[in-house]
């Protein structure tokens, strides 16, 4: 049997147009998706903010009131996704991670908030999250313990999922700490994802299933699909570049297993936005928009809104990149190309059109250029037998019409990425 006690990782030739748009139909339709949790949630990747990154298991409201895990955290935080505009950007969710429970649960065998730190309980949060027209979110463990050591979830997967839904929780984060073996690692996702659709309240289901498989055996994405609404891949994203290079590299080493799975209903989780904190410059603060972007990823900030800079304000609030995350086809993008330490990735987007993004990959030197036939793109198909673009990112400007054998030609700082956006003239 293989225990597992606490995080096993941190925290060419020119071709007829008529050929072209059939490649691209096989193309979109693709590989059948797996089937998905049919609870009707996550059509789109979810958007909100989440604790962990910026304020972890901060739990010392004496001495630090304004930045411990409490009540008045998390309401905060609601009153300025209201009043900053991040509601209306399409950001919605207010999630609570680890460290909110009291040490014990009650004597009917409840989970139970802290009661110091949320004096009014789960319920009033909630109650105060939804009148601002949001949602609230919160955090479990299939194991014993949750990773900071406060109680999980093993055989009480019925009784906390009635909880969640009775407080009014609208998002469950279900962490894999503390879990004896990997037949009860698998048996206790999926027992919570059913537990959760028993309540008959809609709740979303974010997994850490495959992060805590990988080191062991493979994942069945396809059967994880079946149970949740997104899931997590890769260890916990920390306020560095080092962490977010990681997290990209790992994705596109292991893109032919992870790209088909995901679409509506159900999401790779590449993990938190960092962008606003203290250890991303601005232009890997853009790369990491960007590729969440073309990854589908669940826009899940971690950040303090009230001290977040106006530039990375305007970056996360962008709605031409968060149109290209939220896309209603749901295909994730998938890295096409890599070559003179420049990556080149592409995701196709509804009405035919495509999402490119150029990295630098270099972190030495001043701005590069990177010159590539349009031809290339968005297979073979994107501008055939022309098409617009745009750049996004870092700023947004009109490029203008290309024809098929044309050539793009881009400049980026290190570290930095352009992010196109691919149309079909009018």
């Known amino acids: 049997m293989i225990t597992m006690t606490g995080k096993l990782m941190s925290r060419g030739q020119r071709l007829g147009c008529v050929l072209a748009l059939s490649v691209l139909a096989l193309f979109l339709r693709g590989v059948p998706w797996a089937r998905a949790l049919d609870n009707g949630l996550a059509m789109t ?14 739990i010392d409201c004496k001495e630090e009131p304004d930045s411990c895990v409490s009540e008045q955290l998390f309401m905060q935080m609601a009153d300025l996704m209201v009043s900053d505009g991040w509601k209306d950007a399409g950001y919605q969710y207010i999630c609570i991670d680890d460290c909110w429970m009291a040490s014990t649960r009650d004597s009917n065998g409840n989970l139970q908030a802290d009661p110091m730190r949320f004096p009014g309980g789960i319920r009033r949060l909630a109650n105060y999250v939804h009148s601002k ?17 406060y109680p999980g979830s093993f055989g009480y997967y019925d009784i906390d999922a009635k909880t969640f839904a009775d407080w009014g929780v609208d998002l469950l984060k279900f962490d894999g700490c503390y879990c004896d073996s990997l037949e009860h690692l698998a048996d206790g996702y999926k027992q919570m994802s059913l537990a959760l659709n028993r309540t008959s309240r809609s709740i979303v289901y974010s997994c850490e299933w495959p992060l805590y498989m990988w080191p062991f055996r493979k994942p069945n994405y396809t059967e994880i699909r079946q149970y949740c609404n997104h899931w997590r891949n890769f260890g916990d994203i920390f306020d560095s570049w080092q962490s977010v290079k990681s997290i990209l590299d790992w994705s596109s080493s292991n893109q032919d297993t992870i790209v088909d799975v995901a679409g509506p209903g159900g999401w790779n989780d590449p993990d938190m936005l960092v962008i606003g904190n203290y250890g991303l410059s601005w232009d890997q603060q853009v790369t990491q928009m960007a590729l969440w972007a073309i990854m589908a990823a669940p826009l899940l900030m971690s950040n303090d809104l009230r001290h977040i800079s106006p530039q990375a304000k305007v970056l996360l609030q962008n709605k031409y990149v968060i149109a290209i995350n939220q896309d209603p086809l749901g295909k994730q993008g998938y890295r096409l190309r890599k070559e003179d330490n420049f990556e080149v990735w592409e995701r196709p987007l509804s009405s035919l059109a495509w999402a490119v993004a150029i990295r630098n990959l270099l972190e030495i030197g001043g701005p590069r250029s990177h010159t590539i036939s349009v031809v290339f793109l968005g297979r073979s198909v994107a501008c055939n037998p022309a098409c617009l673009i745009t750049q996004l990112l870092p700023v947004k400007k009109e490029l203008g019409l290309f024809e098929w054998t044309s050539t793009l030609k881009t400049r980026i700082n290190p570290t930095g990425t352009v992010l196109l956006q691919i149309k079909k003239p009018s």
């Open 133 to 149: 027209g949001l949602k609230l979110g919160i955090y479990a463990d299939v194991g014993n313990k949750t990773c900071a050591g």
């Open 45 to 58: 990747p979810t958007m909100g903010w989440l604790h962990w990154e910026r304020f972890m298991c901060n």
